[in-house]
């Protein structure tokens, strides 16, 4: 018989990709441009009926215990016991229960589960969460495949390395390695990880409401629950790092596409430690804190446009990338800060341009899928070559969707000088995975999506 519930709750969030914005992101006083990917990572969380393990001693109770898995990679395993050492405070160790995760630790998981019980404990209290909890929770998390090179893959399965064959691979495939040896593609997997498991247990322990994620994008329209994922996601992520990030991934992961301003790091400073004593939370992660000073505005790529990125099955260094750029900008301030502002303009001109590109679809349906098509087929340098396009009013519309996306091109085009070690790629020349549309079934349980 099984010791789970039929009735699990299901969370994704998405993964990122920084259009514009490199390097400017970290800065308070500019903004990036980021878009989130079709790539999704799912939590599952069902509540235990009965317990896995026996207790520690024959006269114990059985302690309260939460498995983590993650099929995706060999021995990835993880079980915790909950204890409660006091009125508010929560305690989450991790044990051995076999031999292989005795050696395997993931800190990420284990300080997301440590935190969002902390912060259930000071909102539910200590009683409320412990009979919420019950036995325990059974937790699987995977990523959609995207998020982990597939080429040893297609290898052992003696298939091309093209779009085709990743087609051909089933959803969630085991990579065959240990987590620590997976080689990741860049969309921010970490990022996407924490939110969903946050957000699942946030919304399975009935912390926020189960409609805390309905709306768009944005804060705007945001809800108190799902502000309140982002900020314990954005704390969780930077503590399991050891620092405070510029936080666009974990922001993608929660509000989607967008136009991102980064919070000030102070806000985490209290909270930044492993061990924290007589510090609660909720003061900080408030949503009410008018320290989280981030900003989110809507984005969206233009109808009929897909990024397209490439599997390279090698990383960058980005903390030494990061390291190289502030300091060349901390010996050349005057030169830097032309060229920060040069940039941060052009990011913003083409935020604006793609932005237009959807309102002119959306009042001229048919010239803009016919700009498309005509676009689609020719190189971009001779989009305007087309002696059909005339200056006339019936044409206006197709010329205008043509020029949009020159614009788009040309202001990708910028550079990083050469002594700050890094260079924008043009957007016209990144490769792609295709976007995949995946139903994910979830008989008798609660499915979210942020």
């Not at 699987?140 to 998020?147: C, L």
């Not at 298939?159 to 593609?185: C, E, Y």
């Not at 981030?294 to 397209?308: A, D, I």
């Not at 903390?319 to 750029?325: F, I, R, T, W």
Request: glycine content about 6%; some cysteine.
């Amino acid at each position: 018989m099984s010791a789970r519930s039929h009735s699990p709750t299901v969370l994704s969030s998405p993964g990122k990709v920084l259009l514009a914005g490199g390097y400017l992101v970290l800065d308070p006083a500019h903004s990036g441009v980021v878009v989130s990917t079709s790539s999704r990572f799912y939590t599952v969380i069902h509540s235990l009926t009965a317990p896995l393990a026996p207790a520690p001693s024959q006269s114990a109770d059985a302690p309260i215990q939460i498995r983590v898995r993650s099929p995706q990679f060999e021995h990835a395993s993880w079980l915790y016991f909950v204890d409660f050492d006091g009125p508010g405070s929560v305690r989450v160790e991790h044990v051995a229960d076999n031999a292989n995760s005795a050696a395997s630790k993931n800190k990420f998981v284990h300080l997301a589960l440590q935190r969002t019980l902390t912060l259930a404990a000071e909102l539910k209290s200590v009683g409320t969460l412990r009979n919420s909890l019950s036995y325990g929770l059974d937790i699987t998390i995977v990523g959609d495949n995207d998020f982990y090179s597939q080429r040893a893959q297609l290898t052992a399965k003696n298939l091309p390395t093209t779009l085709a064959s990743l087609s051909k691979l089933p959803p969630f495939s085991k990579t065959g390695v240990r987590l620590a040896d997976v080689h990741k593609t860049g969309l921010g997997s970490s990022a996407a990880l924490i939110t969903s498991l946050v957000s699942a247990l946030l919304l399975h322990l009935h912390v926020i409401p189960a409609d805390a994620f309905e709306g768009g994008s944005g804060t705007a329209d945001a809800s108190e629950g799902r502000k309140l994922a982002h900020n314990l996601a954005q704390y969780v992520h930077c503590l399991a790092q050891g620092k405070v990030g510029s936080g666009f991934d974990v922001s993608a992961a929660v509000f989607g596409s967008q136009l991102y301003t980064r919070f000030d790091p102070a806000v985490l400073e209290p909270l930044m430690k492993d061990d924290l004593v007589d510090q609660p939370l909720h003061p900080v992660l408030s949503p009410s804190n008018p320290a989280w000073n981030y900003r989110v505005e809507p984005f969206k790529l233009p109808p009929q446009t897909r990024l397209m990125l490439a599997d390279v099955d090698a990383g960058s260094d980005t903390p030494s990338l990061v390291g190289k750029v502030l300091k060349w900008r901390k010996e050349n301030p005057e030169e830097a800060n032309a060229h920060w502002a040069k940039i941060d303009s052009r990011n913003g001109a083409l935020s604006r341009t793609l932005l237009r590109l959807s309102d002119v679809a959306a009042k001229n349906a048919t010239a803009y899928r016919k700009a498309v098509k005509y676009i689609s087929t020719i190189q971009s340098v001779q989009w305007l070559a087309n002696p059909n396009i005339a200056d006339n009013e019936h044409h206006s519309a197709l010329k205008e969707v043509i020029e949009g996306f020159i614009d788009a091109h040309n202001l990708s085009e910028v550079r990083f000088p050469p002594s700050a070690c890094c260079v924008l790629l043009p957007i016209s020349r990144v490769f792609a995975l295709p976007t995949s549309h995946m139903r994910f079934s979830c008989p008798n349980g609660r499915l979210f999506g942020l």
